[in-house]
């Protein structure tokens, strides 16, 4: 049965402070955005991925990103939205009723591996919905307004959300269209699968699998990508 690939690439990475999208800046002499795509386009299990960027970029990626790469499984470029949700639901619209599953991947985490999307479809296959995530390591401090600790909190329970995140096509529909109607905004598509009321198992990822969102952020990018050339 049919697997898509929602790539979200469509920030503008304001926190980056340049003009250049973070998604674009090089690392190891490739655009961000190219080590994600080689990996979800050399992973059996991917049948086609949707591509989503800011709309003045679109040529561009077709172009110099898609073609130039020979990432053939990439089926269509779309203009991204306002807020990444925006631009999941655009991505999302493009896909349709045939597929059975469809996995959501912020194009700024380089270092995804084709184990994590094998291990993450294999689960939303069993369950519905599922996504790559870690436990907490540090301990965690809840703290007030004025900067003192109210309390330590319970790290037990506690897990980072990272993507891939893999869902049933027609549920991740289901609470995209929901949440637009109802004007929820949520920061990764998990939260509005939760909030549809359906359960979303984890899979556990490793700590490599970095969101790359700050300058400091290339430099660890660079280490991680020598160690694994070594
Ligand atoms: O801003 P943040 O780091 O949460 O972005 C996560 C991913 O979502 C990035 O790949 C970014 O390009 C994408 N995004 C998007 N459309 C937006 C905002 C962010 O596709 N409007």
Not at 135 to 141: A, E, L
Request: hydrophobic letters at 45%; a neutral charge.
């Amino acid at each position: 049965r049919r697997v898509v690939a929602l790539i979200p690439a469509a920030g503008r990475g304001l926190r980056m402070g340049g003009p250049v999208p973070k998604q674009f800046l090089a690392l190891g002499g490739f655009p961000l955005i190219v080590h994600s795509l080689r990996t979800f386009h050399s992973a059996a299990v991917i049948d086609a991925i949707v591509l989503a960027v800011p709309e003045a970029d679109v040529d561009y990626c077709r172009s110099e990103i898609v073609r130039a790469y020979g990432f053939t499984k990439v089926t269509e470029v779309v203009a991204g939205g306002k807020e990444r949700q925006d631009s999941v639901r655009l991505a999302l619209s493009r896909v349709g009723t045939e597929t059975e599953i469809v996995v959501v991947h912020d194009a700024v985490r380089p270092f995804v591996t084709v184990g994590m999307i094998d291990e993450v479809v294999a689960a939303a296959r069993a369950g519905g919905a599922a996504i790559v995530a870690l436990p907490m390591r540090d301990t965690v401090k809840q703290v007030g307004p004025d900067r003192v600790i109210e309390r330590t909190v319970d790290r037990t329970p506690l897990w980072l959300a990272q993507t891939p995140q893999a869902f049933r096509r027609a549920w991740l529909a289901d609470a995209h269209r929901k949440a637009q109607l109802e004007g929820v905004q949520a920061t990764d598509d998990a939260y509005l699968i939760e909030w549809f009321g359906r359960p979303v198992s984890v899979v556990e990822g490793n700590g490599e699998n970095i969101k790359v969102t700050r300058p400091e952020d290339l430099f660890i990018g660079e280490a991680i990508l020598s160690s694994r050339l070594s």
